[in-house]
């Protein structure tokens, strides 16, 4: 019998004579699970860097090349419904049109070139001219199908469209399915938010404008190309799922900048907490005159801003840990569980300038008394740092969409000096673990194994609505995480596989997808077996978007549409994940190992990973995120390699399939 056989009968025995025998087994109820948050903090030097600041949403948009036209029905005098309206084809080069309907089968779709000619086309059936096939659009299990239409050297100019059916809608406001339509273009649209204070009855933007593609360097974001775009509008579907249709303005009035600029924009004022998913529509022409249609696919919470920091000073007291604490003012409309700290703290230097001694982070709980903060004064004796102090660019994060509830610039810090001098009497030449953390726990949980008794293991862990993704033949002392086909936050997600390793010693990871961010989210802000864990590397990961990716808000419309998959999920997106970086420590990143993916070119045949995804990703991708956005600044990253997909089904093999790779984790894995 196999070690890890052995260990299962072991414990299974175990336990069932703590339920039959002499011994009561503890309840749930006795004993809750204990839950050790870290007291999160870094040195100064990352504060002049930058890299906590909150991201700037104007640089977190989305490109689009594609337009997702939506199909609404009304009813024709022969009694059949009917969809009727026009596509803008700018380019010659090949244009794909994709049909996406769970009713798409009795669809009956007609293109009508500029020239006159008529185009059918329905499923199965051939039309000359065009190479007809079956596309998947989706993120690991969350995937929709439809038929692909493409059309080597389109004519450029207006098409007109005509859907008929004889299905009716099942919802007179609501579309019934969607035209993705991708066209080769230079000229593309940029969309994104104004700011991310997405609150409830505060006014929210969206802005769009279009570029010129062959002038976009992709690291910033692009110029705006004036006198493109002539007709823009928002589409927004509120948590409630009610519909609003805006007009959006180039006149400087509605949060778009100076007017006559390309820039558009719209605002909103939501009364409603919770998702929201949003498609902005621009209509215009090139410079040439040909006509341009693009579209963009947004999703976005929107919280309650229950808290909110209040201007004072502060006084802190010591504990015999090093530790200084004190409580921020604030006031709160509603029970606050938790949230997101960050601060930082800044004192004088030699010369009496000002400067950043450390900041602070982590997940704390509010109480009646205030915000309370934790900061290892021995961050004062590595700095030679002396009053003045204060806190600057404090804010509060709501916890599970990292949005910003409250800020404040600057707040007063009394530490008096019997205090500051008690907390930092030795003098400190190195960082150590307990700065950048806080203090460990004895154990993780009362009913744990011993941290670091022997036993400790390799923890398999999928990604966002995934099954099980890992060959676990590859690997040794292993388990697998399985929290299949399910949506959850970052948070959420960590939580999950916190609960799960609480029954080994220790832990390392190796992880598939939205699996190694939120393995990197349980290092940056809870105490767990991965914090006893030994070995090379402690987290490792393929395939992970750490910067989002675009595919979230195109797959909210049609997770309405189809009513099925396992709903919208904003840290994949690109704001939501720049936001969830803004909190993660440098010290978290390095001990994060990834590697990246995408399709293997041959100069014969036009490649891909997946033909539908695709077309809204930059290359190199690998079905489901771009190279650039599984990136990670700060961590260790082990090379981008071809020929490998993000899933089974795609053209190449699926990432987590490389034995090769997998026997190369397997051998440097923490345990």
């Not at 982590?362 to 009646?368: F, K, N, S």
């Amino acid at each position: 019998m196999q070690k890890r056989q052995l260990a299962i009968l072991t414990a299974l025995l175990a336990a069932l004579f703590l339920v039959s025998g002499g011994l009561a087994a503890p309840s749930a109820a006795d004993e809750p699970e204990a839950v050790f948050t870290k007291q999160v903090a870094g040195p100064g030097s990352e504060v002049l860097d930058g890299r906590s600041a909150l991201p700037n949403p104007a640089e977190m948009g989305v490109r689009s090349r594609t337009a997702m036209i939506p199909v609404t029905f009304s009813k024709a005098a022969d009694g059949s419904w009917q969809w009727q309206d026009s596509l803008a084809v700018d380019s010659s080069s090949e244009m794909s049109v994709m049909v996406l309907s769970p009713d798409a089968a009795q669809w009956e779709l007609a293109l009508y070139t500029p020239e006159g000619q008529t185009m059918r086309l329905r499923q199965g059936v051939d039309q000359a001219g065009v190479v007809q096939r079956t596309g998947q659009l989706g993120l690991e299990q969350q995937s929709f199908s439809g038929d692909i239409y493409t059309f080597a050297q389109p004519t450029r100019g207006e098409w007109q469209v005509t859907v008929r059916t004889a299905v009716a809608p099942s919802s007179a406001d609501a579309p019934s399915g969607y035209l993705l339509v991708s066209n080769e273009s230079s000229y593309q649209i940029y969309a994104h938010l104004s700011s991310y204070n997405l609150w409830t009855n505060n006014q929210i933007g969206l802005l769009a404008y279009a570029y010129d593609a062959a002038q976009d360097n992709s690291t910033s974001a692009p110029s705006a190309a004036t006198e493109i775009i002539r007709r823009a509008q928002l589409r927004l579907v509120t948590p409630d799922g009610r519909t609003l249709r805006l007009l959006m303005f180039d006149d400087g009035r509605h949060g778009d900048g100076v007017a006559n600029d390309g820039v558009f924009g719209a605002l909103v004022t939501p009364r409603m907490a919770g998702q929201y998913t949003a498609q902005i529509t621009m209509r215009g022409e090139t410079p040439d005159g040909t006509p341009v249609l693009r579209t963009t696919e947004h999703i976005f919470p929107v919280v309650e801003q229950a808290i909110a920091l209040e201007e004072g000073s502060v006084t802190a007291t010591a504990d015999g840990l090093n530790r200084l604490n004190f409580n921020l003012n604030a006031t709160t409309s509603a029970d606050v569980a938790q949230v997101q700290l960050y601060a930082e703290l800044w004192g004088a230097d030699a010369d009496g300038q000002m400067m950043p001694i450390t900041w602070v982070g982590g997940l704390v709980a509010p109480t009646a008394d205030g915000v309370p903060v934790s900061i290892d004064g021995r961050w004062l004796s590595l700095a030679n740092a002396t009053a003045p102090f204060e806190l600057r660019n404090v804010r509060l994060q709501d916890a599970q969409t990292h949005i910003p509830l409250t800020q404040l610039d600057s707040v007063s810090v009394n530490i008096p000096e019997t205090v500051s001098r008690g907390v930092s009497e030795t003098a400190v030449t190195e960082i150590t673990e307990e700065m950048l953390m806080g203090e460990r726990p004895t154990a993780v949980t009362a009913n744990q194994p011993a941290p670091n008794a022997p036993g400790g293991v390799l923890m398999l862990v999928h990604g966002y609505c995934s099954g099980g993704v890992w060959p676990t033949g590859d690997f040794t002392s292993d388990v697998t995480f399985q929290d299949y086909n399910q949506n959850r936050t970052h948070d959420q997600f960590a939580n999950l596989i916190r609960t799960y390793g609480n029954q080994f010693p220790s832990f390392g990871i190796v992880a598939h997808s939205q699996g190694g961010a939120a393995s990197l989210h349980l290092y940056t802000y809870y105490w767990s077996g991965l914090d006893y864990s030994s070995g090379s590397r402690l987290i490792q990961s393929v395939g992970t978007p750490y910067q989002g990716t675009t595919l979230a808000g195109n797959l909210a419309l049609l997770g309405d549409l189809f009513g099925a998959g396992c709903g919208t999920n904003w840290d994949l997106t690109y704001d939501g994940a720049a936001l969830w970086l803004s909190g993660i420590p440098s010290w978290a990143r390095s001990r994060v190992y990834y590697h990246t993916t995408s399709f293997k070119d041959v100069w014969y045949r036009y490649d891909y990973c997946n033909i539908a995804t695709d077309l809204f990703l930059s290359d190199p991708d690998d079905g489901v995120i771009e190279k650039w956005s599984g990136q990670l600044s700060g961590a260790n990253n082990l090379g981008h390699k071809t020929g490998w997909c993000h899933t089974s089904g795609m053209r190449d093999p699926a990432q987590t399939q490389d034995h090769s790779r997998n026997a190369n984790m397997n051998t440097y894995a923490n345990r």
